[in-house]
């Protein structure tokens, strides 16, 4: 059975806990993409700018042995969702995505780099659509990405005007 998860606001804290689950979700899923930050300069910026400037969540299990997953909104932007790998299909990732709806209910935008099959098939079921494939000259990375919107509004409209675009 899996243990209960609490999702609550990040405090001072938590940021190396998160910056660590970031780090081994990262590394577990995107194992061709070559990060542009040491270890140990994720856990600073998670120290010194995600955790106080952004608004970060972070998934702890109910008996309290540890950080499982962490999520970020920046503005409108859903700009980190990482699961601890042994954490992934246990629920947690719609957990996350469910509450930043419910934060920004007018609607979110992410990025996501196009190896990560996953990841868009996951945002897909979600109802985000993808608007946007680039080249990956605009991240640190320089690794192909894909942006991806959800509109509550807009989203069947997105989707018919994509589908139309594809036809053409």
Known sequence: ???????????????RP?????LRSYAAALPGVVRAHSDDEVRDWFRAVVVPRQETWVAETADGTGLVGVMVLDEAELSQLYLAPDWRGHGLGDRFVALAKERRPRGLDLWTFQVNTPAH???ERHGFVAVEWTDG??????EPDVRYVWRPDQTYQARTERASADEA
């Open 137 to 142: 000259s605009g991240n640190e990375e320089r």
């Open 1 to 15: 059975m899996t243990p209960a998860v609490v999702l609550r606001r990040a405090t001072p804290a938590d940021a």
């Open 121 to 123: 098939r996951f945002y």
């Open 18 to 22: 998160a910056a660590d689950v970031w």
